[in-house]
DNA sequence: TTGTATGCGTTATCAT
DNA sequence: ATGATAACGCATACAA
């Protein structure tokens, strides 16, 4: 440890003359300290850049007032959005966050909710692929949120998109275009939004008379998602779909991509929307058409709830927030109303 | 604190029939235990579902394990993609990643440094904008490394891309192109790097003879950029621009976001070069001529250094890497051989 | 190979 | 209004 680190509570008690237990009090705000004994403490502490060690308070009180965000790629501007409104929950109530990736690695997820379990933040909001890290916290009765998809057998806050609600608009939405061979590029297999995606989607062709839909599972990394695309475009001119739903922004990116290596244009050759909105998607060439959700809002609400619990965990019950998403029209979809304005 | 944390290492110890002192080896891995005594004691952790307290382990060794990165906006892919790199750099070595944003908040980047070094993080990656902290620290001792701007008297690790390099080959680009109203959306005023920027491009437009060069400040959030922007395009015809160079790439998209406004063509009424390249440079309608810096590189190269200064802090020596930025040749920028590819 | 004693920096509790 | 003491969970030094 450093010098300067090595500043001590009782080092500021030394220097202003009085006990390590009145310069706690001062830290912490009691009342029960004479003005001017503060102000000599205050002094103390600005002289010597006294920071508190958050590590012994923790330890003490079992508090350590940070909560931890686990999300599948914060390189992705919907979960740097999430992020973002997590933070700002957390800062109104003196929480700091921090934020782990997975990057689609269950084993790193169980790594990353070990450390940071093990660095005792208070509680964890989740994007959690895996539920087998999820049942292990339950039983200990450790403090989480889901944010994104649930897990069977797991009794938590939820806070998510209605991602069913947004697959039926998206195709329905093509439906309506006059669309009939349309694809669903979707994230990986298995997992609760994808199971989402993949029912509203048939459902909603079926109900429109549309048989057998085109489905493909790409990685949310560009790499797979850039090959299922290609796989997808590269089918014989009859089976190939003239119309695309990307489960997210970077798998719609990589449509993009595909479609320009194949020649094919959007959305003269191949239309496409999908999930999520961000900055750039009103300025990608063609602009974006996307079902939008309200990402930040869902950090902020699962922070809220998390923090609710916290404070009063006997009173906790498990809430379940849903948001409707909100479909944005502008040009990649091929819709003679798209806009040019975000 | 939960039930669950409530296991400590003594309960696994009593499970095992052993001593705390035992199962702390089988933790850190030490030879010295008997392999049945270590068989028996790994089952108990797993029974019991411990994890070790960090808190208590940080608080005895001085040491966490963890290393803290400052940015000025995790919202950027330039940032995203120095911290995926200075994450990876730092679990490699067994080290976690604390991440907080600063967001142009002078106040908000010592609050942060205060909590992280509250928390005892074992060394800061820090893209500062503001000196007074840094001071501070390095009165302490305290390992830091810079990202980006350098600051004067701070004697510490540097690591940064060659703003004033590319600042002349962007301005040069465009000269070779012909253009000689050029102005230059640079980024908030006063710090190292805008300082660099000005001083590259005031020069580099002196050298081809170019006089009084327009050089406009904004902030890096998109509110300030799109007002910058606006304003310079808006200037009456023979002042107005005809070639922007945006300080990043959220500002090159308040550009775009301006002309559109304007009725201003890319790049045929106002050519467009920016910093930084990222996966939607090349999308984004026009695809986006720009200098490209090797951002996760930067960010592994800052985790090494920290990582270094703190295996062997006596042997420290200040280092500073500086990196040659990339012309990318688009199409934003008006150049006959602008590719379309990424 | 395993155990005992001690202390890291802070705050809760009880005392003055 | 302030102080003394103990305890949080773990690893280091030393002992057995």
Redesign the interface.
Known sequence: ?????RVTIQDVAARAGVTAMTVSRVLNGSHRVAPETRQRIQSAIDEL?Y??????R??LT???R?IGLLVDD??N?YW??V??GA?DAGQRAGY?L??G?IGGSEVREEQLI??L????VDGLLINAASGRPLT??M?????FVLIGPEHKGVRSDVVRGDVYAGIVGLAGHLLSLGHRKIALLNGPKGDFESRERVRGFTKTLAAAGVGSPLVANGTFD?RGGYDAATALLSLPARERPRAIVAANN?LA?SV??AA?ELNLRIPEDVALVCFDDF??AA?????LTVMSQPARLLGQQAADLLLKRLDDPAGWQPTKLIHPPELIVRRSCGSKSGR?E?
Do not use: H
Request: charged share 20%.
């Open positions: 440890m450093n010098k300067g680190l850049g920071i508190p060690n958050a590590l012994a923790g330890l079992g508090r350590t940070t914060i390189g501007p740097t959005a992020a973002s933070e700091s921090v934020v990736n070990r450390t379990v093990g660095n005792r292990q916290l039983k200990s009765n450790y403090p560009y970077f990116l993009i991509e320009r900055v750039f300025v990608i060439d063609p602009f040019r975000r």
